[in-house]
């Protein structure tokens, strides 16, 4: 195949869009960014209330459902970059929603669970959050809700873990 030197500007993007593709706005990725953000702009008005951001409300979410959990698994678990964990755990523990500790086992291992304070946000939240997830249901349906969360866990099983965005 020619290089895009040889090729020169005009051929090598005539070469490149011969093939056929769907527009952007109808590609899985855009299907999906924009349901994540109908959903979002839902829960947002709940999370500003209780003055956490999305992924502070996910850590919290997650840590109220654990004992205790490595900072680095809990980076997994909530689709985020160590780099921005680390400020999200920084700030949190600064609210005193979170409680931080190194490994007995391993110094340089961080430990967090989520306080007392952190768990009466969660229950104190949680109707809200019922409530938004409740409409969110009546508009949809609770079937095809059921459905659309079964097809996406296949989906993400056929196709395997993702990585978290930066």
């Known amino acids: 195949m020619s ?3 040889e090729l ?3 051929g090598f993007r005539n070469k490149v869009c011969q093939r056929p593709r769907q527009p952007f706005p109808h590609s899985l990725p855009a299907i999906l ?3 994540r953000e109908a959903v979002m702009a839902r829960v947002r008005p709940t999370l500003r209330t209780y003055e956490v951001t999305e992924p502070q409300w996910r850590v919290l979410r997650t840590l109220s459902s654990i004992n205790e959990v490595e900072v680095t698994r809990l980076a997994e678990m909530v689709f985020l970059l160590p780099s921005s964990l680390s400020r999200i755990l920084r700030d949190l523990s600064e609210r005193g929603l979170i409680q931080r500790r190194s ?3 391993d110094l340089r291992r961080g430990l967090v669970s989520i306080s ?4 009466a946000l969660i229950e104190a939240a ?3 959050a019922a409530r938004v997830n409740a409409e969110i249901e009546r508009l949809y349906g609770a ?3 059921a459905q659309l969360r079964r097809l996406l866990t296949e989906l993400e099983e056929a196709l395997g873990p993702g ?3 930066a």
């Open 126 to 128: 949680s109707p809200d």
């Open 103 to 105: 490994s007995e086992q």
């Open 33 to 35: 960014m924009r349901a």
């Open 163 to 165: 990585q978290p965005e």
């Open 116 to 119: 007392d304070a952190g768990m």
């Open 3 to 5: 290089s895009a030197s």
């Open 8 to 10: 020169g500007d005009k």
């Open 143 to 145: 079937e095809r809700m």
